[in-house]
Nanobody
Framework: VQLQASGGGLVQAGDSLRLSCAAS????????IGWFRQAPGKEREFVAA???????TYADSAKGRFTISRENAKNTVYLEMDSLKPEDTAVYYC???????????????????WGQGTQVTVSS
């Protein structure tokens, strides 16, 4: 099982980016997928999650600016990030809950599979 996160880059404050998390090795259409991020010198933190039924949960820092969605036919989850701020700079990781039919968890302990991360850098 592999999760491949992509779509990161260097942008200016106020710009948008769309991250993708592509799963291979098995289908994740019945599983919760989450996005987390880790900035230099900081703990990894929750960003957003989407359940099998497309229920979503967002961190307060992401509400109103980020949108998580899924395209089961492509086994892919997206994180659309708008109005980016310098404090959004981090490595973004996607993760999958190995159990089916879960909720849109925000705790990293709920996720069993992790991607390698993609760097997002927002300049002021």
């Amino acid at each position: 099982v592999q999760l491949q996160a992509s779509g990161g880059g260097l942008v200016q404050a106020g710009d948008s980016l769309r991250l993708s998390c592509a799963a291979s090795g098995r289908t994740f259409s019945r599983n919760t997928i989450g996005w987390f991020r880790q900035a230099p010198g900081k703990e990894r933190e929750f960003v957003a999650a989407i359940s099998w039924s497309s229920e979503t949960t967002y961190a307060d820092s992401a509400k109103g600016r980020f949108t998580i969605s899924r395209e089961n036919a492509k086994n892919t989850v997206y994180l659309e990030m708008d109005s980016l701020k310098p404090e959004d700079t981090a490595v973004y990781y996607c993760a999958a809950d190995g159990r089916a039919w879960g909720a849109a968890w925000s705790s990293s302990s709920r996720f069993d599979y992790w991607g390698q991360g993609t760097q997002v850098t927002v300049s002021s």
